[in-house]
């Protein structure tokens, strides 16, 4: 049974409660940012993955977490807590305290913590991620890269380049779509014209899909794609069908109320909840609770950081 | 006086009235449709105005102005927004190696009028690459004009001209002028006139002083950086320091060197201050010319001032410290002036 | 009957002694390029197109050349020739004779005239062909674009988000990969995973497939491609399987004897020589013969384009 | 003396160094392989010698550098060739927003030690996109650097140099400068030296004249302008003219400006040539700060020489007027020095 041991979030069990668990993590601190962007306290700007906790949870714990190497975007808090569980690390990135994982500096859109790179040029990852995995292959390391991608920056030539190398050059990646139907605001029959999925095959890429709607099955395809990529070394793409419950990024959503009201139908959190026993339901719920309001708590109490940030300084910045 | 517009305002106004006036307008880019118009609602309105010429366009800034290049070449008058200048790195070839070459490598026998309007500039926590202000990498592109209106400025006239232009035009706007309401005439504080009223992008010379007087500072800036001037100049004015700003609309080219070398020689005392960092910045170039024009006729050496050398960080705290803020010109200010 | 009139070859006629005319016409230029390099006349460098001359004159004589717009390559002079016979023009180009079609400003990469655009970077054009094109549709007249991209350029990404946004909205281009299967040394499998028309094809964009080998046919391919395009007013996408001769620029062949000869086999020129009437045959032979030899002689005489040119002084270069 | 390499015997040198002396270094690019071995020839026989770490790429310069970005991030030393530089704007997005981005915005938790090779220059026809010297545009780029050695420089080891680097270097060479053997040491009628021998990429100095003497005039150049220097060296001594001249590998960051600015002030006359347009261009920032560090000590202003603001065009007798050329200098500096 879950236990609400701090570091329950980063526990292997691959079974629906640990998945729940992970998945409200990351819904809880998403929410928690939301309302502190409302209440003044963060600066900036954040993307929030509400709705699509599900693929975050189930991709990356497909993953070998101690070896494999992730690149996100804009939208990667998920995708970061579901590899590292570390809340503390990126309420202070986003919050400017101190104890952020990039000292403050790249804040949402720039978060780096071991093997785990994001930043916030749509698409421009791609290409470094067939790097990355070229060098784990020839450094014989056993590890695979996964990039994700939205649907939207499916538009960015610069991942066709990048999908035709890695299928070119056997290189072992798993291209990860996922594909809420949007971008920004833009729908995607305004972003695309024909399937994204077999763009991918036309590459020579094996295709693999899945419905975030059911964690558990899309966490079996992962794995059967991170496999294949792995044994075989070669790419595979995995388009995973998922909603953005929330706005693009604060309050600006100009989807309509019916329209947001059955995305909400779609929700894989209260999806799983109704598998779940419910003692252990509210189990999980109050030790998911209770984590992120003590991280925002501590967090908070934190100075903020320091201004002489080592990353300010490096190389070409003593000049 | 009636109230003035906002940039925001003015600029769109502007894409409104080129729309209206010339059907060969059409304007592109991502997520420009209304309801949201815009991410910084430059073009809210204009889709449902002109529903015809207005395109929300996928996730690709290189085919953006690709498409807005051949568009041009045409007979068409495309304007094309990046939604973050940061992005323009991703339109470099197109801009260079295409909207800036073909007239002139096919013997001046076409013409591209194209406008690429972008925001640029830091001071909202956007971090590392939603805040930069890269137009310097295009200045001094053979060819290619950029321009940047300042608060001084009618940006949506300088909009139109741009538009107007037979030539290619980066078109910069600054993140946090757009709000902020535009500035055109005098104050009882403050002497706004143009040097240049005529010139496609003319350029604006504020006073905090009335005449008769001679500055004792120039200082030289543009787009972003006006916003600190107004509060600068009242507390210039408190410390009995007279300061004369000249704000250049166009970036590149600059604009004929020597009435800013007359004021440089004028005040002996010059600072230049940009948003981007210096080396190798717009600041530079102008600083040389100036050099060059006033030899023995400057009491100090001109001080710029920009970003700190590194990405703009995310953290408020230390945007503040990597950015340009009203104090480090006015300590710029302090220090030629004594 | 053929004349030796010196437009015969922007001539309407679409037969096969027309066909071969414009062709042979190509060669005989493309040839005369490479001996005026080798005595050191020429300065910079050509890529010709011997042995592809089949898919430039099939293509554009499937085009209104009174109003349809085409933009090609570093390998341009076929498409040139074929769409405006201007030998002379693109002589004093090259040569940097006065006369030129861009006063020797742009040179052999970089031409223009009239509908026609060309530049050196590969990929680039292709959005702006898009540009083009959705240009002609706003205006309303009738005009489609055309581009022909080579295999090698296919890498780049740009083509992508071309054909993405050319079938998502509807504008009336026709891509043409002309497929020698090499770029510059490198052979089609080592620059490309998959197939190229079925990436086409995963934009919605109905592709069609034709061998220069057989010109007639292929023209019949480009007549119905260009015939969809601007009825259906959509992108389409004309893949021409074709052989490169000649080497990439100058002397940079680094494909052996036996591949070479196996090429020569394919001379689309020789094969449409069997269909045509020897003494026919003659005739064309020596009016091209004669056509080229005074357009070189006559450009030769010409002086060196002087250093006026307005081409420099416009706009920004005036400073 | 034994005979010197030429420039591209150098650089293909220290390629074959580097990778027989590291296993985590690795080759990109179009058409690099044998027998071809790129279209300058500078890596022939690489891929012979290392068949598992010599790629030829497909044509994608952004996926170029953004795989050897990857490399770089994974313990890699990737070295990506561009065909020509006037691709490099292709890669604009791939250096400014991921290169320069990744070791500062991650707070200095990662380094990403990537070279991009890439020719640039005129001279030899190629016209208006295969010609130009863009590397000005990355110039300034914070966390980025940018290295040119010239016909003076040992151009292996500074590539060797980049290769060691922990950042990111855009590393420039000259297509004119390929064939032309290195000239490393004194002759009789030249002296060599390095400013800053222990430099990561030194500055060359050279002079037409004898210890004891003082210069007439100081050029500052870098990269393929080197070309001219031999022979101008030359005919500025017949006229009895003292030459120094000054010749950084690094582009940017500038090196330190006091030894430039002590030899500035010791001649009192300055001409600035680089190879690209002149507006905004290298020698822009490097004339403002000698300007700032040489107040009252230049005799007259700094005159900088490069190319016509226009494009490259393809034509010889047309190329020859927009490029730099031996006269272009001889005369700048007959004008300084009158
Ligand atoms: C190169 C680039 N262009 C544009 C943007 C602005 N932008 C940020 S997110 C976004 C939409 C992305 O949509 P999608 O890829 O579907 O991801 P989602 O937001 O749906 O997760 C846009 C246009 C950007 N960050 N980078
Ligand atoms: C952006 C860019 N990258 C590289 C080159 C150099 N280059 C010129 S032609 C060529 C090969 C093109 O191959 P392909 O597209 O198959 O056309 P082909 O030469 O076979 O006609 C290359 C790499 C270029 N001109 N532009
Ligand atoms: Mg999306
Ligand atoms: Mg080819």
């Known amino acids: 049974m879950m236990t609400a041991s701090p570091n329950f979030f980063t526990s292997t069990d691959q079974t629906a409660e640990h998945f729940y668990a992970q998945m409200l993590l990351i819904r809880h601190t998403e929410q928690q940012f939301l309302q502190l962007f409302a209440q003044g306290k963060l600066n900036g700007t ?15 714990n497909a993953l070998d977490l101690q070896r494999d190497v992730i690149f996100s975007n804009h939208r990667a808090h998920g995708h970061f807590l579901a590899y590292c569980g570390d809340v503390e690390g990126l309420l202070a990135e986003v919050l400017g305290r101190e104890g952020g994982v990039c000292g403050g500096i790249g804040g949402t859109q720039h978060l780096y913590t071991r093997n785990f790179y994001t930043n916030g040029i749509q698409g421009g990852i791609a290409p470094c991620a067939v790097g990355a995995a070229l060098a784990e292959k020839m450094q014989g390391s056993g590890a695979i890269a996964t990039v994700f991608l939205g649907d939207g920056t499916m538009g960015q030539g610069v991942v066709y380049e990048s999908m035709n190398i890695a299928a070119l050059w056997g290189v072992p990646i798993l291209f990860v779509l996922e594909d809420n139907g949007i971008a920004q605001t833009t729908p995607k029959q305004q972003e695309h014209a024909g399937d994204l999925t077999t763009r991918a095959q036309t590459f020579g890429i094996q295709t693999f899909t899945a419905d975030s709607f059911d964690p558990l099955a899309l966490h079996a395809t992962a794995v059967a794609a991170v496999g ?18 929330g706005p693009h990024s604060k309050g600006d959503d100009t989807r309509s109320a019916e ?18 026993d419910p ?19 501590q967090v908070l109490e934190r100075p903020l950081v320091a201004t002489n940030t080592t990353g300010l300084t490096i190389g070409r910045g003593e000049e | 006086m009636s109230q003035m517009l ?11 009235n080129a729309m209206a006036d010339d059907s060969a307008v059409v304007v592109f880019g991502e997520d420009i449709l209304d309801p949201y118009g815009g991410a910084f609602k430059v073009t809210k309105g ?36 990046l939604m973050f200048g940061d992005f323009i790195t991703l339109a470099a070839d197109q801009l260079i190696n295409h909207a800036a070459k073909f007239p002139a490598m096919y013997n001046g026998r076409v013409t591209l009028p194209l406008v690429v309007r972008t925001p640029m500039g830091g001071g909202r926590g956007y971090g590392p690459t939603h805040s930069q202000s890269l137009e310097r990498m295009f200045c001094g592109v053979p060819h290619l004009s950029v321009v940047a209106p300042s608060i001084f400025h009618d ?16 078109f910069i706007e600054n993140k946090l002028l757009y709000p902020l309401r535009q500035q055109l005439h005098s104050t009882a504080t403050l002497q706004h006139e143009f040097l240049d009223a005529e010139a496609e992008y003319p350029t604006v010379r504020l006073r905090n002083f009335g005449a008769g007087n001679s500055p004792d500072v120039t200082l030289i800036t543009n787009g972003g950086i006006s916003r600190f001037l107004p509060s600068l100049l009242q507390r210039l004015s408190d410390e009995e320091i007279r300061l004369e700003a000249l704000i250049p609309a166009s970036l590149s080219p600059l604009p004929p060197i020597a009435p800013f070398a007359a004021a440089a020689a004028n005040s002996g005392r010059v600072v230049i201050a940009e948003e981007g960092t210096t080396s190798n910045g717009w600041g530079a170039e102008f600083a040389a010319r100036l050099y060059e024009s006033c030899m023995g006729k400057l009491a100090c050496p001109i001080v710029r001032v920009g970003a700190l050398p590194t990405v703009i960080p995310a953290a408020k705290q230390l945007e503040d410290e990597v950015l340009v803020s009203e104090t480090t010109i006015l300590n710029a200010i302090l220090k030629v002036f004594s």
């Not at chain 1, 993307?47 to 975050?56: D, L, P, Y």
């Not at chain 1, 003692?279 to 109050?286: N, T």
């Not at chain 2, 906002?6 to 409104?16: D, F, I, M, P």
């Open chain 1, 46 to 60: 954040v993307h929030t993955c509400i709705g699509q906790e599900a693929s975050a949870v189930a991709v990356v």
């Open chain 1, 228 to 245: 294949m990529v792995r044994q075989q070394q070669c790419p595979a793409f995995l388009a995973v069908s998922c909603y953005r419950l």
């Open chain 1, 259 to 276: 329209e947001i009201a059955m995305i909400e139908q779609r929700d894989p959190l209260r999806h799983l909840e109704l598998q779940l």
């Open chain 1, 279 to 297: 003692q252990q339901l509210r189990q999980i719920q109050q030790a998911v609770e209770e984590r992120v309001r003590l991280a925002v708590e």
């Open chain 2, 6 to 16: 906002t940039n925001v305002e003015s600029l769109r106004g502007a894409l409104h």
């Open chain 2, 46 to 81: 204009l889709s449902t105005a002109f529903p015809q010429r207005v395109f929300t366009t996928p996730i690709c800034e290189g085919s953006i102005v690709g498409m807005a290049n051949g568009l041009a070449l045409r007979g068409m008058r495309p304007v094309a927004e």
């Open chain 2, 155 to 170: 940006a949506g006239k300088s909009l139109r001209a741009a538009i107007a232009s037979a030539q290619p035009v980066v």
